[in-house]
């Protein structure tokens, strides 16, 4: 007789391959709930990381239904990885719980939300593919460059001034005009659990990058996109993947000091996606640096500690007023240590920030681009 640990998972076998971590999260003893921004602004044991992934591992055994009070907690998340940062097994509850959302949408189940975003997503990319274009009438940018620019869906088309700001910057940078990609690359698919759909999104950008020599990304969210989701799912571009503020970082030289710097704080903002998703935290420090005269100042909770801005996982989409309890947390965090300036380099953060903000807060492209004499 099999251990019950064994069962098959006949419910959702989906996430037969996700068995270990699901595993992990569930007979563990619950370190990591403090870290959660979801469960932080909403106290409920059920969103909790643990509670996230038991719930799945229960619903893919078949010993709880797949309704919607069991199945939407697998949308509470950001994807932040905090809780993956605070684990001794540093166990990969973010990829487990977007295994989770395919697995659940294709047995019938979908927050409204999550299910808005896959519906109007052919209107999404047509809408970004316009802005995209309108973007690209300017002396940087060129079809043929053999260098391409992905900004990303939330840069191109809900914050255009820091989308133009990065485009002279890369251009300045290398020296050279650069094509700006059309195509989404499908992210909020792969987070709404259309997995299939997101694949199919993802072969489209790499039908277009295909005959690029270099590849620069803009959002966090999508060179995690492409530097990891591709890859897990096969799909290879034929260029590595660079990261904008890492290119910056690498001339930091050409940088010119900023006349009139404010004498208030500059505080930089770890994005969850570039600093815990990809692990850099020093390049945008560096350049800041440069560009002040100065360190840039810090918040309390920074680096791999940094607290989520509640704009990930499609959580605005699926929890509304959760994200924006996340989002007050971090602004309120920043008021009590001073105010002053936020930096950040996340067209998602710098969008949830303004909404909150009393003070400024600016995307790192516009201070680079201000370094090339913007």
């Known amino acids: 007789m099999k251990r019950p640990d064994q069962r098959p998972m006949h419910a959702l076998p989906l996430l037969e391959s996700h068995r270990g971590a699901l595993e992990k999260c ?5 370190l990591c709930r403090s870290a959660c921004p979801v469960s932080n602004a909403e106290p409920r044991e059920t969103l909790t990381p643990w509670g996230k992934m038991s719930l799945a591992y229960f619903s893919a055994h078949g010993d709880v239904p797949l309704d919607a009070s069991h199945a939407d ?18 166990n990969e509850v973010t990829s487990t719980l977007y295994a989770a959302r395919a697995a659940i949408v294709s047995g019938g189940q979908s927050p409204a939300g999550a299910s808005r975003v896959v519906k109007n997503f052919d209107q999404h990319a047509k809408r970004t593919r316009h802005a995209i274009a309108e973007l690209g009438v300017n002396g940087a940018v060129r079809r043929d460059a053999e260098t391409s620019l992905v900004l990303g869906c939330s840069y191109a088309r809900a914050t255009p001034r820091e989308a133009k700001d990065a485009i002279f910057a890369t251009s300045q940078l290398l020296g050279t ?6 195509n989404c690359c499908g992210l909020p698919l792969l987070m709404a659990g259309a997995q299939d759909a997101f694949r199919a999104q993802a072969e489209r950008l790499q039908a277009e990058l295909k005959n ?5 990304v803009l959002d966090p969210g999508c060179a995690v996109a492409l530097k990891v989701n591709y890859p897990k799912m096969g799909i290879a571009l034929s260029t590595e993947t660079e990261v904008f503020v890492e290119l910056a970082a690498a001339h930091v030289t050409r940088l010119l000091p900023l006349d009139n710097v404010p004498d208030k704080p500059v505080r930089y903002h770890d994005p969850c996606q570039l600093g815990r998703g990809l692990g850099i935290y020093e390049a945008p420090r560096l350049v800041l640096h440069r560009l002040l005269g100065r360190a ?7 680096r791999e500690k940094g607290a989520c801005s509640g704009a990930g ?3 605005p989409s699926t929890m509304p007023e959760v994200a924006k309890q996340i989002s007050k947390k971090r602004i309120s965090e920043h008021e009590e240590i001073g105010g002053g300036k936020i930096v950040t380099a996340c067209a998602s953060s710098l969008l949830s920030f303004r909404a909150t903000a009393q003070e400024p807060v600016e995307d790192i492209a516009t201070w680079i681009a201000r370094g090339l004499g913007s």
């Open 177 to 182: 005009p650069i094509s700006l990609a059309e």
């Open 313 to 315: 996982g499609l959580l």
């Open 26 to 30: 569930t007979f563990c003893p619950k």
């Open 73 to 90: 907690p697998a949308w509470a998340c950001t994807g932040c990885k905090a809780c993956t940062h605070s684990c001794d097994h540093q």
């Open 296 to 302: 840039p100042d810090e918040f309390d909770y920074k």
């Open 212 to 216: 690029k020599k270099r590849l620069i």
